[in-house]
């Protein structure tokens, strides 16, 4: 105890502003941010410890990629630490947005984890979604409703806004949800997109949103090393996790095309928001277009569970999990590069979002596609199954290239993931 006092003296004598009761917002959003992912760390143990003896696990089967049975209980870690975080910011931050954003949060975590141990139907979770979605619009006021300018197109009725909201809402949710297969992938695409948001919100300065995004990424950190490099602590964010980050991408979306939010004075810079928030959000919701679409195709519900995401294929081009995350991420960031070096080339409003969208069917329909076929051609084996084309085998080769684990790095930070757990056992 007196090792603490100690340290808040030395810490208050570089910051005197909270020696004298004064926090600025700035201040205030990254002890915030460190509030939460402290918290997250230190109710990963025990969380892993709570799913372990209860059961609370993901079983693997034919279409999912892990060999034994996993604690999927991040959600609860991650929502913790963001709770506190946001209880933090509440002190000098809180209005309406906030706190229907940290309860439909809430809602979703709860949700999630429901369908993590009883399975839910994929129509009450879409119900529960749409209520959200539609409570959160009308609660505060805050749904797409500004196109900034985008084909010469400002503020939307109403009567075109909210069920464009409503439908765009689910589709992000389901979106984030949905690219949860691969370790490290949705927790790395949640800090990728919350820093991208958060550069956003940064430049307009609205301290609220700056500050819950960065709460979020904050919370992710600590799971997501686990995730990737924890063996003995190895846990999955579940549902309970995936839905919750995509409402969080959700408010973002919205409080970014919102006719009632500070982002609209990027519009007299030539910045096409829509562009911005589609490229930032390209890669999950191409992908989910892509996988439904071609589910429809073949006569089953868009929602039905197969391997066919773009993260499956990276896994059969032999890539780890980590690496075909950031390889997937690594895509997403580039759509963003494109999005931002076509708006600084003078590029309209409209090409910037066109920009986008053909990136995002390039990556997505297009390298899949491609590469299948690459896959499915070549010369065939003593079985008569194709070996693949040599731009199948040079991808694969890279692909074993991404497996790391019997480095020094990665096993450091194997020990370091691990530590402690076995007292927890």
């Known amino acids: ?52 003896k209860h059961n609370i696990v993901d079983n693997p089967d034919a279409r999912k990629l892990q060999r034994v049975p996993v604690p999927v209980f991040g959600g609860m870690v991650v929502f913790t630490g963001i709770l506190m975080g946001g209880l933090v910011l509440s002190n000098y931050m809180w209005n309406r947005v906030m706190m229907n954003t ?43 409703d500004n196109l900034h300018g985008l084909w010469g197109v400002h503020a939307l009725s109403p009567w075109l806004g909210v069920p464009l909201s409503i439908v765009a809402g689910v589709g992000i949710i389901n979106a984030v949800n949905l690219i949860d297969g691969v370790d490290g992938y949705s927790s790395g695409y949640g ?4 820093l ?48 919750m980050l995509g409402m969080m991408m959700m408010v973002c979306a919205f409080y970014a095309l ?25 890669v999950p919701v191409a ?27 990276y896994i059969d081009m032999g890539y780890s999990h980590l690496g075909a995350g950031l390889s997937i991420l690594l895509m997403n960031t580039c759509v963003v590069g494109v999005w931002y070096l076509s708006w600084k080339l003078g590029a309209s409003m409209d090409i910037q979002l066109y920009v986008v969208i053909l990136l995002g069917a390039l990556i997505t329909f297009g390298f899949y596609k ?34 790391r684990e019997d480095k020094r790095f990665w096993k450091c930070m194997q020990k370091v993931a691990d530590w402690k757990i076995d007292n927890l056992s």
């Open 1 to 52: 105890m007196g090792k603490c006092v100690v340290i808040w003296e030395i810490f208050l004598t570089f910051v005197p502003e909270l020696k004298q009761g004064i926090m600025t917002y700035e201040l205030n959003i990254l002890l915030a941010a460190v509030v939460a992912m402290v918290t997250s760390a230190l109710v990963f143990p025990r969380a892993l410890k709570f799913a372990k």
């Open 102 to 144: 940290m309860v439909a949060m809430t809602v979703m975590m709860i949700i999630g984890t429901w369908d993590d141990i009883s399975n839910l139907s994929a129509r009450f979770r879409f119900f529960v979604e749409i209520l959200l979605v539609s409570a959160f619009m009308w609660y505060t006021g805050v749904y797409i």
């Open 191 to 194: 800090i990728m997109a919350c």
């Open 196 to 243: 991208f948001f958060g550069y956003c919100f940064r430049t307009v300065w609205s301290p609220l949103m700056l500050g819950m995004v960065l709460v979020v990424a904050s919370a992710l950190v600590p799971f997501f090393l686990h995730n990737v490099f924890g063996v003995k602590s190895k846990m999955f964010i579940g549902d309970g996790g995936t839905l």
């Open 258 to 282: 919102s006719s009632k939010k500070p982002c609209c004075v990027l519009e007299h810079s030539g910045v096409c928001i829509p562009a911005f928030t589609l490229a930032v959000l390209c």
């Open 287 to 313: 992908d989910t277009l892509r996988v439904m679409t071609m589910r429809m195709l073949r006569g089953n519900s868009p929602f039905s569970p197969d391997k066919t995401h773009l993260h499956h294929l």
């Open 370 to 403: 491609f590469m299948k076929i690459q896959q499915a051609g070549g010369p065939v084996d003593e079985q008569g199954k194709p070996c693949g084309t040599k731009v199948w085998k040079f991808m694969r080769g890279f692909g074993g290239w991404t497996h």
